[in-house]
């Protein structure tokens, strides 16, 4: 099994910048990927970034030059960075991790942008 942990959300203004955090313990290794979600009332949880063990990261195109998704191996722990945030990005931001083909979830933290 695999915990994680999510901190980091709150309320922030139109144009402001939050930094997520995921702290990931537990079974971790063999975690291949891991990413951060978010779902907005009455929408489906949709992909924000990830970074694959390798390194290489993925973000969906509405946060492209905005987020930036990082990692700590030795905290274990992934980041959200979040810049010249809209009203629009406000959700639960859940953290993800994938390992032999199951997910496992965090239990999201809440980022409310105010414009």
């Known amino acids: 099994q695999v915990q994680l942990v999510e901190s980091g959300g709150g309320l922030v203004q139109a144009g402001g910048s939050r930094k997520l955090s995921c702290a990931a313990s537990?079974?971790?290794?063999?975690?291949?990927?891991m990413g951060w979600y978010r779902q907005a009332p009455g929408k489906q949880r949709e992909l924000v970034a990830a970074?694959?063990?390798?390194?290489?990261?993925n973000y969906a195109d509405s946060v492209k030059g905005r987020f930036t998704i990082s990692r700590d191996n030795a905290k274990n722990t992934v980041y959200l960075q979040m810049n010249s945030l809209r009203p629009e990005d406000t959700g639960v931001y859940y953290c993800?991790?994938?390992?032999?083909?199951?997910?496992?979830w965090g239990q999201g933290t809440q980022v409310t942008v105010s414009s």
């Open positions: 993800n991790a994938f390992q032999r083909s199951y997910n496992f």
């Open positions: 537990g079974s971790i290794s063999g975690i291949s990927a």
């Open positions: 970074i694959i063990r390798g390194g290489s990261t």
